[in-house]
């Protein structure tokens, strides 16, 4: 059965950082995918977060692979915005490849955020968010049901 949202939102911590190392980087997706915000995973109130947050502030990300950026789409109506670079690095979690999403360069708003995704499923990412350094909260990215390629 392949991995989704509602999977990632009912593990904790331990196993969503477990399959994050479990996995390879996987190539730089391209076009759009649907997003889900990660926080308190494995409680109850993971889910609820999850839909305020997709209803009111992040919907996803739309990838120019071509190119190396993304932007985010965020607000009610979709607006597409906070542009980051795209490119692979080790990630700071365990050292191994991953895609970086990197603001640092590209948003006043996000310049202190780094984003790290790796393929954990066909069309689907698992992504971790960072404050410089330190870890903030989980995401995941899925493809599937965009015509987009991961």
């Given at each position: 059965?392949?991995?989704d949202?509602?999977?990632?939102?009912?593990?904790?911590q331990?196993?969503?950082?477990?399959?994050?190392?479990?996995?390879?980087?996987?190539?730089?997706?391209d076009?759009?995918?649907?997003?889900?915000a990660?926080?308190?995973?494995?409680?109850?109130?993971?889910?609820d977060?999850?839909?305020?947050?997709n209803?009111?502030?992040?919907?996803?990300?739309?990838?120019?692979?071509?190119?190396?950026?993304?932007?985010?789409?965020?607000?009610?109506?979709?607006?597409?915005?906070?542009?980051?670079?795209?490119?692979?690095?080790?990630?700071?979690?365990?050292?191994k490849?991953?895609?970086?999403?990197?603001?640092?360069?590209?948003?006043l708003?996000?310049?202190?955020?780094?984003?790290?995704?790796?393929?954990?499923?066909?069309?689907?990412?698992?992504?971790?968010?960072?404050?410089?350094?330190?870890?903030?909260?989980?995401?995941?990215?899925?493809?599937?049901?965009?015509?987009?390629?991961?």
């Amino acid at each position: 059965m392949a991995l989704d949202a509602n999977q990632l939102l009912g593990m904790s911590q331990g196993e969503l950082d477990a399959l994050f190392s479990a996995h390879e980087a996987g190539p730089v997706p391209d076009g759009e995918a649907a997003g889900t915000a990660i926080i308190a995973p494995g409680t109850l109130f993971s889910t609820d977060i999850a839909a305020a947050i997709n209803m009111f502030a992040w919907k996803g990300k739309v990838f120019d692979a071509k190119a190396g950026f993304l932007r985010n789409e965020i607000l009610a109506f979709g607006l597409k915005a906070i542009v980051a670079r795209v490119y692979k690095a080790p990630s700071l979690l365990d050292g191994k490849e991953c895609i970086v999403l990197d603001y640092s360069e590209t948003s006043l708003i996000a310049s202190h955020v780094r984003d790290e995704i790796r393929l954990v499923d066909e069309g689907f990412y698992l992504g971790k968010v960072y404050w410089d350094s330190k870890r903030l909260i989980d995401f995941s990215l899925d493809f599937r049901n965009t015509g987009a390629k991961a």
